[in-house]
């Protein structure tokens, strides 16, 4: 690191910076009780994929799915391939994952189809996991001593994650 970037971040000439890779990643929990409201409120396969293309997976994410129909591959399973491709990418697939939670927090619609009609999804079970989701959110933004919650200090790293990078 040039020395007049030490200098603006107040750094000593001794100490050594690494590059800071995944610094904003998920809980486990809060992964898995999505992965449950995506199974809880989508029974068709082709809707979990379109889920997640809508919550801009790359195709790298969605080609380890896209043949879901010729492999036969379970709903359970379509999920956990995402989720792991998008846990191992540079970044932790944060913004993919914010986006998620962001739209399960605030979901809605229950297809009757599944939920009424062919009783494949339990309606009580999803709104019970949507709370649960919402919980979290909640926790995320009480305020702390300083003023700022949690998530909206979170929000904030990748935006000046470059100049972190740049200075390293």
């Not at 809880?40 to 082709?46: D, E, F, G, P, Y």
């Not at 709903?75 to 191992?88: C, E, G, H, T």
């Not at 229950?110 to 996991?129: G, M, Q, S, W």
Request: net charge positive.
């Amino acid at each position: 690191m040039k020395t007049r970037s030490r200098k603006l971040f107040g750094l000593s000439d001794g100490i050594k910076l690494g590059k800071i890779r995944n610094f904003m990643t998920f809980r486990t929990d809060i992964k898995t009780c999505m992965k449950d409201c995506i199974l809880a409120i989508l029974w068709n396969r082709q809707e979990i994929y379109d889920f997640f293309q809508d919550h801009s997976c790359t195709s790298k994410e969605l080609k380890l799915i896209k043949s879901f129909k010729d492999q036969s591959i379970s709903r359970r399973k379509m999920v956990d391939l995402v989720f792991s491709a998008l846990s191992k990418r540079d970044d932790g697939g944060c913004n993919q994952f914010q986006k998620m939670f962001r739209s399960l927090t605030e979901w809605s619609h229950f297809d009757e189809y599944y939920f009424d009609k062919l009783h494949k999804l339990d309606r009580n079970t999803a709104v019970r996991l949507i709370r649960k989701l919402k919980s979290f959110s909640s926790i995320c933004h009480q305020k702390k001593g300083s003023g700022y919650s949690l998530m909206s200090f979170l929000q904030l790293i990748p935006k000046y994650r470059f100049i972190i990078d740049a200075f390293i």
